[in-house]
Nanobody, 113 residues
Framework: VQLQASGGGLVQAGGSLRLSCAAS????????MGWYRQAPGKQREMVAT???????NYAESVRGRFTISRGNAKNTVDLQMNSLKAEDTAVYYC????????WGQGTLVTVSS
């Protein structure tokens, strides 16, 4: 299974971006799905996760600003990012779980202050 992330880019602080992730296969059900990020010189950290039951989990640093949701198609997940801050700058990776963790290739989000 391959995951394709899109939607990254350059945005000013206070702005918004929407990331999307889609899996190459709809045969299996990825659960949960979510997003991690890795800033320069830092470890990869969980941003948000969502399971098929609708349960979500957010990093404290993004709670109230980011919203994770399932896309209309199977095995898709979106991340709406509002009120972006310079510290949100990172490569964002989507993932999905089906007996093992599958990762997307990453999409760069740069927030200018």
């Amino acid at each position: 299974v391959q995951l394709q992330a899109s939607g990254g880019g350059l945005v000013q602080a206070g702005g918004s971006l929407r990331l999307s992730c889609a899996a190459s296969s709809a045969t299996l059900s990825l659960n949960p799905m979510g997003w991690y990020r890795q800033a320069p010189g830092k470890q990869r950290e969980m941003v948000a996760t969502l399971d098929t039951g609708g349960s979500t989990n957010y990093a404290e640093s993004v709670r109230g600003r980011f919203t994770i949701s399932r896309g209309n198609a199977k095995n898709t997940v979106d991340l709406q990012m509002n009120s972006l801050k310079a510290e949100d700058t990172a490569v964002y990776y989507c993932y999905g779980w089906f007996y093992s963790q599958y990762w997307g290739q990453g999409t760069l989000v740069t927030v200018s202050s």
